[in-house]
């Protein structure tokens, strides 16, 4: 049993709530709305895991660099994190969408082109 895809996936977390922080992408910004779609996300992509699992369409690979905890059958507490990140992901992409097209129109107002 190793750690390091845990690892992975938890260093890449710390990667992206930095960018956050420093750029005010999504929980810096609006944290209560934020967490409702995180907490969003992640269900709904826990549940299509679900769903892959009981129709027979995903399974778990077998992994030297999983812990091998499932928190359901066919899903290791890696897919969690994974999950979790994903969606994080989205979220600061958005935010930055959101803050390069604000700069670019404020600045179109501005008389910049």
């Keep these: 049993m190793t750690f390091a895809y845990l690892a ?35 269900a709904f992509l826990l549940a299509w895991d679900l769903a892959g699992v009981a129709n027979g369409i995903f399974f778990r690979g077998e992994s030297s660099w999983m812990t091998g905890v499932l928190i359901a059958p066919e899903i290791p507490l890696e897919e969690l994190f994974f999950l979790t990140l994903l969606t994080y992901v989205t979220l600061n992409v958005f935010g930055a969408a959101q803050t390069w097209l604000s700069t670019r129109r404020d600045g179109v107002r501005g008389g910049r082109a």
Excluded: P
């Design 8 to 42: 992975a996936l938890l260093f890449s977390l710390t990667g992206m709530i930095l960018l956050d922080r420093r750029w005010r992408l999504s929980f810096w910004r609006d944290a209560r709305g934020s967490a409702i779609s995180m907490g969003a996300g992640i």
